[in-house]
């Protein structure tokens, strides 16, 4: 009888299967990353009588959008374009105006003592306003506050925020802490 | 003087594919682990807003979702036009949304309860109603981390 090897498995097919799984979980699966804008609630109130933080006038922007998605800052008519600037005005507050938010020197952990914004911005919308020109507003904001971090960063460190490590993040956001408060809707008016 | 020696016949020796298998399956664990599967079924439809400020959610496990749109056409005969909030499989109401929200974070250890993420997903054109509604029962419930999610665009 002759002397037979061992036989070698036909290993061609192999690519093939591989494929077939591969596909199916390229068609089954997801891979969008979650993106968007983050945010805290304020929590809700936990008694009727709330008790009123008073908050000075000059402290305080209020941002309004209406139904027909226009929008109001500070007591003026703006565009979606200007409210950048003017948040970035109204929080660093360059000439110390007296209209515009008080400082108040803080003791910043690992920095020292700095001249911390007390300003406030407010966002106000109607039932009516639509969801695309709210986020808008809300990213608008956003950018006015991430570039103001970005000019500290660069003039402190030499660097943008993003490049910063995780404590020179920490004191630039001490620094400039994201104040935005979503107001309590006020045309909510019929409670189930 | 030297002489280039013709060797065998000539033609296309044949590809050596055995190690196709392992790139293929390398590419299918590539994708094994970064992707999630897909695991409710989209019955609203969602075109969400652009923004430019945004950031990456950090835990995916950790995040639960609330769809709010207009629902896809085979359901609008059913459901009408309305934009309507969807939470996992169907059609739901504000006032289910605690509900919702307690499922979900007996869903998560008790370690990561407090970083639960609410992600809204709401159509642009939906108006602030309904968001402001989904926000108020949100805050009942204190799941007071959200996030309103949006897609990549550029400023205008």
Redesign the interface.
């Known amino acids: 009888m002759a002397k037979r090897g061992i036989q070698e498995i036909n ?2 097919s ?2 093939d ?3 077939l ?2 596909i199916f ?2 068609t ?4 969008d ?12 109130p936990e008694t009727e009588n709330q008790t009123d933080i008073k908050i000075n006038q000059r402290n305080i922007i209020v941002v309004k959008i209406n139904a027909n998605d226009r929008l109001m800052a500070g007591g003026e008519a703006l565009d979606v ?1 200007q409210l950048k600037d003017k948040i970035i005005e109204f929080i660093t507050n360059p000439t110390n105006d007296e209209k515009l938010p008080e400082k108040e020197m803080k003791d910043i952990e690992g920095f020292g003592q700095y001249p911390v914004s007390k300003g406030l911005v407010s966002l106000q ?8 020109s ?3 507003v ?2 608008e904001i ?2 006015a506050f ?1 570039e103001i971090r970005d000019d500290f960063a660069m003039s402190k460190f030499n660097k943008k925020y993003a490049m910063l490590d995780e404590t020179q993040q920490k004191i630039v956001r001490d620094a400039i802490p994201q104040s935005i408060s ?1 107001a309590e ?1 006020k045309d ?1 008016g019929k409670r ?1 | 003087m030297a002489k280039f020696v013709r060797k065998g016949k000539g033609g296309m020796p044949s590809l050596n594919t055995s190690s196709l298998p392992d790139i293929i399956f390398m590419l299918l664990f590539f994708f094994m682990v970064t992707t999630t599967l897909r695991d409710t079924e989209k019955l609203v439809m969602v075109k969400l807003p652009e923004a430019t400020e945004i950031v990456k959610l950090e835990r995916k496990d950790l995040s639960s979702y609330i769809n709010i749109g207009t629902p896809i056409l085979s359901k609008q005969g059913e459901y009408g036009t309305d934009a309507r909030i969807q939470l996992n499989d169907s059609f739901k109401t504000v006032d289910d949304i605690r509900d919702f929200i307690a499922a979900e974070r007996e869903n998560k250890s008790e370690a990561d309860r407090n970083f639960m993420t609410v992600s809204i997903k709401a159509d642009e054109n939906v108006r602030m109603g309904i968001i402001t509604d989904v926000k108020q029962e949100l805050r009942r419930c204190s799941a007071l981390k959200i996030m309103y999610s949006a897609r990549s665009g550029k400023v205008k």
């Open positions: 290993a061609g192999m690519a299967i591989a494929f799984l591969l979980w390229l089954t699966t997801t891979m990353v979650d993106k968007g804008l983050q945010r805290r609630l304020p929590p809700m374009s919308n109607d039932r009516g306003t639509s969801y695309d709210y986020i808008k809300q990213n956003v950018r991430n979503e809707p909510v189930k």
